[in-house]
C-alpha cells in the first residue's frame, strides 16, 4: 500500500466527518414537498357561490400584493458584479455569489460590518449573526469613485432598518 507524501492535499471535511461543518443558511438544495394523502382522497371541490371564504379571497390576494408593493417601500441598497450581489432592504440582507443566496433576516444579525478597499476596488460587507457566526460577500466597484459612495448609501440603509428590529 502506498502513502502519499503531498503536503498540498488538504483533507475533505464534510457533515459526516467534521462535527463543526454547518452549510451556509440558504445555500442547501430546496426539498420536494410531501403529498400526505392521495389525489383521489383530496378535500372536496367547494362552490364558489355558497363558500363565504371564497369571497373573501380576492381581498386577502389584493392585500398579500399590497404587502408585497408596501416591502419596497424605504431605502435600499443593492450593488453587483459580475458574479455576485448584495442587497439590503426591509427584508434583511441578501449575499448572491454565482447561483448560491445566503438570506440573513434583521431578527438574526447582530452587526453589519462594511469594509472598502484600501488598494483595488472591492467592497466587502460582513453579516455578524447573534449566533457568533459570520458571513461575507465582496463586490468589485466599476470605479475608486463608486467605491467611495457606496459606504454612505450602505449606512443610510443600515440606519433606516437595523434599529427598528
Not at 88 to 113: K, N, Y
Request: aromatic share 8%; proline share 8%.
Amino acid at each position: 500500500m502506498e502513502q502519499s507524501i503531498d503536503s498540498n492535499k488538504k483533507p475533505e471535511f464534510a457533515a459526516g466527518t467534521d462535527p463543526a461543518f454547518i452549510p451556509l443558511p440558504g445555500l442547501a438544495a430546496p426539498v420536494a414537498p410531501r403529498k400526505t394523502e392521495p389525489e383521489s382522497e383530496a378535500a372536496p371541490e367547494t362552490d364558489p357561490e355558497t363558500d363565504p371564504e371564497l369571497d373573501e379571497a380576492p381581498e386577502a390576494v389584493a392585500d398579500a400584493e399590497g404587502e408585497a408593493e408596501g416591502a419596497e417601500d424605504g431605502p435600499v441598497f443593492e450593488i453587483s458584479d459580475r458574479r455576485g450581489s448584495i442587497r439590503v432592504a426591509r427584508e434583511g440582507v441578501r449575499f448572491t455569489l454565482d447561483d448560491q443566496e445566503a438570506d440573513f433576516d434583521w431578527s438574526e444579525i447582530g452587526a453589519v460590518e462594511m469594509n472598502p478597499a484600501r488598494f483595488g476596488r472591492r467592497f466587502t460587507v460582513t453579516v455578524h449573526l447573534s449566533s457568533r457566526r459570520w458571513f461575507n460577500a465582496e463586490v468589485e466597484a466599476e470605479s475608486r469613485a463608486q467605491l467611495k459612495e457606496w459606504p454612505a448609501e450602505l449606512d443610510a440603509v443600515l440606519d433606516a432598518y437595523f434599529e427598528e428590529s
